[in-house]
């Protein structure tokens, strides 16, 4: 294979996982779509690939980048050669999804009534209260169908020994589900006749099946709830995403100015007056949600939200209080949880993880922060991380002092070399790190996942961050289905 042109100058990189080859050789899952590539002249696949530019241009996919406290909108970048996974490996990584969102979901439950988890000795209180988005506000507050998140995106990476691992959990406002949902839309249009031939199972069902739980939960009251989804406006760097579910589902985009409380119920303002709102798909982070709560500075939210969530008047997608559960120091309690609350063995793995609060592990990580990647328990989309390997004596010093102020904010995992698949980068087919997230949908039904996610690429050469927001790139995610 590796005699044709375009294939020619691949070079598999050493102690990585690739995903189209091994030891010069295709995978089996890849086949089918190389040996439909192969014969295409460079010409072809140059113009496929600028299609596929001007298609993301032209329909304005885009997402925003936050640098030096400005926002700006770029076209998410996106590489024409899919990533494919097989369907059973698939079938693996959807079980251990489901599990992980289940334990997690019941811990949310737990920890905001009980503590059941607290008082076995499971997972220290302290880790527990010491968590900013811990809300005291939701404690005792009942959710509809005691389901905190119906959203999830569990970001996964594969290691050099081809495994799957769970790197984060994200509950609160997951995004990049719109992103997988066009990266497959430009894919059919530049191989047509490829999707079908390969056996790739579709992920077009996602906005229908969140819209049908959105329904469910608005169905307690009514039979013909209203839904909608509240953005924090176009300065948003998801806002691109938002408009695309309102439209998917056929609902109303609203922001926090366009929706009113009166006597603990919520109105969206009409053109023919008010309309009580049953049902919020919310893109408004905790914080901001309701300013007689909490931030009273925030006007992305609605004053009075809380309240008539906390009177059961309307539900609210996620729930509030979901951050305590994607604490990256909790993460490495994960496991824990899955055995405590299911009486099972997690099925897919966890980075081992060492929470800098403690010192000795502490101590540790200082003497190897070379070897170590180094995460704000807080933060997100590739923020307030180090990786010790690419990082300057400077930088390092600078994160010692931060995590000897604060510990706590801290957690520390070794280095994991991200697995590489090919891009068409230049002409040329190169190999770029990737990770994989996939979308989960926890309805009173129970949890759906589409056959897929986002494939994340870190599109500059060597590096392992694979966020948008520090220049990853995006591309169409395969899954196989079953071998007739």
């Not at 996982?17 to 696949?45: G, Q």
Request: charged fraction near 20%; charge should be negative; hydrophobic fraction near 40%.
């Amino acid at each position: 294979m590796k005699g044709h042109s375009l294939l020619h100058a691949y070079q598999e990189q050493p102690n990585v996982w690739d995903e189209m080859f091994h030891a010069e050789h295709i995978r089996p899952e890849y086949r089918s779509f190389v040996s439909a590539i192969e014969n295409l002249p460079h010409a072809e696949m140059t113009r496929k690939d600028e299609l596929a530019k001007k298609l993301f241009m032209s329909q304005g996919i885009t997402f925003t980048e936050y640098n030096s406290g400005e926002g700006i909108e770029k076209i998410f970048p996106f590489d024409i050669i899919p990533r494919i996974i097989q369907h059973q490996e698939w079938k693996h990584i959807e079980a251990g999804v489901k599990q992980r969102l289940l334990a997690l979901n019941i811990f949310l439950k737990d920890i905001y009534h009980q503590q059941f988890i607290v008082k076995d000795g499971v997972i220290p209180a302290a880790l527990i209260y010491s968590c900013p988005q811990f809300l005291r506000e939701m404690v005792n507050v009942q959710v509809p169908y005691d389901i905190y998140t119906h959203i999830a995106g569990v970001d996964l990476i594969r290691d050099a020994d081809g495994q799957f691992y769970v790197l984060e959990d994200n509950l609160r406002t997951p995004s990049g589900v719109s992103y997988m949902l066009e990266n497959r839309s430009i894919t059919s249009r530049i191989f047509p006749d490829l999707l079908p031939k390969s056996n790739v199972q579709p992920v077009k069902d996602y906005p229908d099946l969140l819209f049908r739980n959105l329904l469910a939960l608005g169905n307690r009251h009514v039979s013909d709830p209203t839904v909608v989804l509240l953005s924090p406006g176009i300065y948003n760097s998801a806002y691109f995403e938002h408009t695309t579910l309102a439209r998917l589902m056929g609902i109303e985009l609203v922001e926090g100015r366009d929706l009113i409380v009166h006597n603990h119920h919520v109105f969206m303002k009409t053109t023919k007056g008010l309309r009580q709102v049953d049902v919020i798909y919310r893109r408004v982070d905790d914080e901001f949600l309701d300013p007689l709560v909490f931030r009273p500075d925030s006007a992305l939210g609605v004053p009075g939200i809380y309240a008539a969530y906390r009177k059961g008047n309307v539900a609210i997608v996620n729930a509030m209080g979901n951050g305590v559960a994607d604490d990256k120091a909790v993460y490495s309690y994960v496991p824990d949880m899955i055995r405590y609350y299911l009486n099972e063995e997690p099925i897919l793995k966890t980075v081992p993880t060492y929470q800098m609060s403690d010192p000795d592990q502490r101590r540790m990580v200082f003497e190897r922060m070379d070897k170590m990647v180094i995460k704000r328990t807080n933060e997100s989309g590739g923020y307030g991380m180090l990786i010790g390997s690419s990082a300057t004596e400077e930088q390092m010093q600078a994160f010692r002092e931060a995590i000897t102020e604060d510990p706590r904010s801290f957690i520390a995992q070794p280095i994991i070399s991200l697995s590489s698949t090919p891009c068409y980068l230049n002409g040329v087919l190169q190999p770029r790190r990737v990770d994989l997230r996939p979308f989960a949908l926890y309805g009173p039904g129970g949890i759906d996942i589409v056959p897929g996610g986002l494939t994340r690429v870190a599109l500059q050469e060597g590096s392992l961050v694979v966020n948008s927001s520090q220049g990853g790139g995006s591309k169409d995610t395969w899954v196989l289905g079953p071998e007739s």
